[in-house]
């Protein structure tokens, strides 16, 4: 439809407007913003959507004004209805919490003229205002609602099937409760049929959809009480597989969910070319408890012997319903069966040998190499063990895995070879070695250097508080010295003044002759002999003395400024410092 045709239709429903037709005009607006929807439109349509909105919410006022409630209710409910369209979640559930409690209203206008055909229709209208709270989720207010409406006209609720009516939401509630299916169904089935038949004769069938989603919001309450089954399902398609051979397909389907799923069925769904040699295509069961498996198998084979390679879909395709006969659906793959004409397993075992002989001459060839080994060492031990994986699963059957091991084998044996066998490589990484060696002893000998000196200088250090502790011995030695020799000098002194004595007193002794008396004069002799001998002992001793004094032992001598032993100490000190510093200065020099 063109543009001009829609602006038209948007003209039309505003004088409508004017005329304050608001239903007619909601309803253009409307279809004017479903026209604009389907051009692409949007944020135009959502206008025109809101206009009809406030279209029927007028319409509803002034139909609620002049007490028309049922009228203003189905205004209000399509009201409801365009804010629902446009995701307008809030004002939405407003219009229809104001058509709801418009039908509540509706209601007692039926019931006020107390007769019985317009008490059941204004039971249906009691009925369906329940039935719309209980659409926007408040249950609660629905069941209030429903029971304050029982208890308020029960005398006016006389006929069965006007009292059967208004106990539904009753049902509802007491189903939702005990969360009973018997129950929800029993209200169901009169919902459907006795409200909606109920509320065509109160000319209220606009509203039947209401009903419908009211009874869909207590089914998905009833569901999160429940204990929903959930099913999966998983396909099992054989590897490795030939043209000529038959081979089992299978499928397990488990309810991994915590209720019961009834009447679960399945179907496998073959690609043309795959026939079933034995098994069954369907299967049904009438219940499959949670945790419970149900497995197909069937046997097939190639329709026909092809050559090469062909890949075939196979899928499985089924349905299981809940206690609420919701339906779901089940469905396993679709999986590619790939068939050839030759047995891959055998092939890739046979290029697996050739493989571990490649990873063996390359072992040798790293022993011969003169690059590092030990990483190469070990990578070929990986690669040996990723072949023996691959083995193993081969043999498992997991035929792709195997062969991707393989395949990452040779790739890795073609680059070690090229690693090998570059001599420029070679040369490169031995020199990078030799470099790394090379930076590594500098970085090592220059700290040392330093170290050296830190030593020496320490031992210098210590060498110097040595050198006041050798004074003060030196300085005590020579004082000791100087004392004895004094005393020495001293005792010199002494005997020279007893010799001076005795020799005094040895002239003073008269000679021999110069006595007669023989024995006098021997006495005289005799005395001055041992004078003389004593005389002469004491110069002896003097001069004994003298030596003694002038002893180089006790001659003090210059005072040093520093201890030999500290001076010997140093140069030691000075020539080792020196020797190692040349050492290091010469490694230093070869190494750069």
């Not at 049922?70 to 809030?90: H, Q, R």
């Not at 195997?402 to 680059?415: F, H, Q, S, W, Y």
Request: proline share 3%.
């Amino acid at each position: 439809m063109s543009d001009e045709e829609t602006r038209r239709i948007i003209e039309e429903a505003t004088n409508e407007s004017l005329r304050e037709s608001f239903t007619a005009a909601g309803r253009k607006f409307e279809e004017a913003a479903e026209l604009l929807e389907q051009k692409g439109d949007y944020d135009e349509a959502t206008k025109v959507f809101k206009q009809a909105a406030e279209a029927y919410e007028k319409a509803a006022s002034r139909y609620r004004e002049s007490k028309s409630f049922k009228n203003a209710a189905l205004n209000m409910c399509m009201a409801g209805d365009v804010y629902s369209e446009t995701a307008e979640s809030d004002k939405a559930i407003k219009a229809y919490e104001i058509a709801a409690e418009d039908l509540m209203n509706a209601s007692g206008e039926y019931l006020m003229w107390g007769e019985d055909s317009e008490t059941a229709k204004g039971t249906a209208l009691a009925v369906l205002s329940s039935m719309i709270y209980l659409m926007i989720g408040k249950e609660a207010d629905a069941f209030y609602k429903a029971r304050t409406f029982a208890a308020e006209n029960a005398s006016k609720l006389r006929f069965p099937d006007v009292i059967r009516l208004s106990q539904i939401p009753q049902m509802l509630e007491s189903a939702l409760q005990s969360v009973d299916l018997e129950a929800f169904a029993a209200a169901e089935t009169a919902a459907v049929t006795e409200l909606k038949a109920a509320l065509a004769n109160a000319k209220a069938q606009d509203f039947v959809k209401y009903v419908d989603k009211g009874l869909d919001m207590v089914r998905q309450i009833l569901r999160g009480k429940l204990k929903v089954p959930k099913i999966s399902a998983t396909l099992d398609l054989p590897v490795d597989m030939t043209f000529s051979e038959q081979f089992p397909l299978r499928v397990i389907i488990k309810n991994t969910g915590e209720g019961e799923a009834l009447s679960p069925k399945a179907s496998w769904e073959l690609d043309e070319g795959l026939a079933i040699v034995s098994g069954e295509r369907n299967k049904t069961m009438p219940v499959l408890p949670s945790g419970e498996v149900m497995e197909m198998e069937i046997i097939v084979k190639a329709a026909e012997e092809l050559e090469g390679i062909k890949e075939y879909s196979v899928m499985v395709r089924g349905s299981y319903q809940d206690k609420l006969k919701t339906e779901y659906s089940l469905q396993a793959g679709p999986g590619t069966l790939i068939l050839k004409d030759f047995k891959e397993s055998e092939k890739l075992l046979h290029d697996l040998d050739v493989t571990g002989g490649r990873v063996g001459l390359l072992s040798s060839s790293v022993d011969e190499s003169d690059l590092e080994k030990e990483p190469l060492i070990r990578i070929i031990s990986g690669l040996q063990n990723i072949l023996q994986r691959a083995r193993t699963e081969i043999e498992s059957s997991e035929i792709e895995h195997g062969k991707a091991r393989i395949k990452v084998v040779n790739e890795t044996v073609d680059l070690m070879d090229e690693i090998v066998g570059d001599e420029a490589l070679s040369d490169k990484l031995t020199l990078a070695r030799e470099t790394s060696k090379k930076k590594f002893a500098l970085s090592n000998i220059l700290p040392l250097k330093e170290k050296v000196s830190e030593s020496i200088a320490q031992v210098q250090i210590s060498l110097d508080g040595m050198i006041a502790e050798s004074l003060r011995t030196w300085d005590a030695r020579a004082e000791q010295k100087k004392s004895l020799t004094e005393k020495i000098l001293g005792a010199k002194s002494k005997a020279g003044d007893l010799v001076s004595t005795l020799e005094e007193i040895h002239k003073q002794v008269p000679t021999a002759a110069a006595t007669t008396d023989p024995e006098l004069a021997a006495l005289r002799t005799k005395i001055r002999t041992s004078l003389d001998q004593a005389i002469s002992r004491l110069r002896d001793l003097r001069s004994t003395i003298e030596g003694i004094a002038e002893d180089d032992v006790l001659n003090v001598g210059e005072r040093p400024t520093t201890p030999e032993k500290v001076k010997v100490a140093r140069e030691s000190l000075e020539t080792i410092e020196s020797e190692i510093i040349n050492i290091i200065e010469t490694k230093k020099s070869e190494l750069e």
